[in-house]
């Protein structure tokens, strides 16, 4: 990877600071056009996990599912996104990301037109199925593309900057967009709406994203075992905590899942130290700032699902909030997301430490969670929801970008795909973990408020119908208020794990070797052992085929 290796130098290898893309030296605005279109594929995958959520009671109606089948509309997406993350980031690395990004947006944009034009809710299930997984192969290229893309330092922090407001605000603005479609128009246009937007960023990308990936003298290979047991036991988990939601915690089938999931795990772990061609390299999570920077962001986003789940209930049921307006009640969310990532993260990026950014932004986070424990039954939107969506928001604004950009900071270019599915796993698995954990406690403790409260009604006498709707109102809202006070103690263990975990720099230059080196000191890491790493990686992927070695 050094350019001062004998020999041709490959074209995967990064330039010299006079000629890398990404150097300071050789500005190209074809690059940040490239970020744009990056961006806009980035949103469509995120938003659409929560814009269906809204239009869901009118799909519901129109293709007559039963109350215990339309879960399989939110499900069939996130089960395939979910769990074949890995594998998608891995084909990106072996045949090309610009390749698996276009393809990813073809597949995204036909499976949307499918379930769209659905008529039955089973074709409703596959083509969400189908986004899904075309969404696994989409979101780790889009993010390994901008890992390489990106290498100088500022510029670095900057587009980091723009994918961590997407990553945080995505699912803000999904419902904000289901809102909106859903009254104005039709539910089905919630996934119509991903056609236009998806041939915008193919055809962008077809100008202006280039990938450096060489792959003359290379033969790809799949560990087919690590993708059956990875992605098998990513599958099980994400199920798991999806039935746990109606079944309970205790269920046969959820514990079974779960259990299930994580021997598949281990042994995944295992085999993965084993293989030859592994589908997860174990070095990638044995770094302690890479490996802190995954758990801080699956904490985090546990957290904020929970939040974005109640919200929207406590909006919708108790204030008695329109689709739109509900929606609309998450923009000074979003809009402190962006500002907390793209005015406060990507400029401070270069200069601190990345915990520096981290921590502070948890404890905001956690003190916006903390407020909405106070939620009175009546309305409180300035009172109490706005605050806590603008300290969540800029928390997680603080949060989000140096969390992505420290898990993809000194990997191997060979290594940058599944580096990048491994983030979004851990983004995906913390909300499906999120969202069934955080909901069970809600119900739980509503249910118990609800029955006691009833009883006690019921012997004084005093148990109209005007009492018991105000007692199941003021249940619901107790309900949410522990779950939400859970989700703030998750984020405060967040922050501890990101400042006992993640003790990376700040980066203080850009390295003439780009990527790589550029972010030795990020990492913490000697720039001799990323150099020696990362030639050791080239030549091990630049071998000859040995007898035996099969087509994957």
Known sequence: MSSTNKGP?????????????????????????????????????????TIVNIALPSAQRDLHMSDGNRQW???????????LLLLGGRIADLVGRKLTFMTGLVGFAAASALGGAAQTSGLLFVARALQGAFGALLAPSALSLLTTTFTDGKERAKAFGIYGAIAGGGAAIGLIAGGLITEYLDWRWCLYVNVPIALLALLGALVFLHDDRHRRGERPRLDIPGVVLGCGGLVAIVYGCSEAQPR??????????????AALLGAFTWWQGRARHPLLPLHIVRDRNRAGAFLVMGLAVIALFGMFLFM?????????????????????????????????????????????????????????????????????????????????????????????????????PQDAGVTSATVNTAQQVGG??????????????S?????????????????TPAVRAGVVKTGIVHGFQIAIAWGAGIMLLAGVTGWFLVTARAPKHASPLGGVEAD?????????????????????????????????
């Open 9 to 49: 130098i490959p074209p995967g290898t990064p330039a010299t600071a006079a000629t890398a893309p990404g150097s300071a030296s050789a500005p190209d605005p074809r690059r940040w056009w490239g970020l744009v279109v990056i961006a806009v594929a980035q949103l469509m995958v995120v938003l659409d996990a």
């Open 73 to 83: 509309v939110i499900t069939a997406y996130t089960l395939a996104f979910g769990g």
């Open 248 to 261: 309970g915690w205790n269920d046969p089938l959820v514990l079974g899942l779960l259990c299930g999931g």
């Open 312 to 412: 929207t209930y406590y909006l919708q049921v108790v204030l008695g909030y329109s689709p739109v307006k509900t929606g609309l009640a998450f923009l000074p969310m979003t809009a402190a997301i962006v500002v907390g990532s793209t005015q406060i993260s990507a400029r401070l990026m270069t200069h601190v430490p990345p915990r520096t950014l981290m921590v502070p932004g948890t404890l905001l986070a956690a003190g916006g969670l903390f407020l909405l424990t106070f939620l009175p039954v009546e309305p409180a939107f300035v009172s109490h929801v706005l605050p806590a969506e603008l300290l969540v928001g800029l928390g997680m604004g603080l949060v989000f970008m140096p969390v992505m950009a420290t898990a993809t900071a000194g990997v191997a």
């Open 432 to 445: 499906s973990i999120g969202t069934a954990l955080l909901n069970t406690i809600a119900t739980s403790a």
């Open 447 to 463: 249910t118990g408020y609800i029955t006691t409260h009833l009883k006690t009604a019921a012997a004084d006498g005093v148990l």
């Open 520 to 552: 030795a000191v990020t990492t913490g890491a000697a720039p001799a052992e990323i150099r020696a790493a990362a030639e050791a990686e080239e030549r091990h992927h630049m071998r000859e085929p040995e007898p035996g070695d099969g087509p994957w």
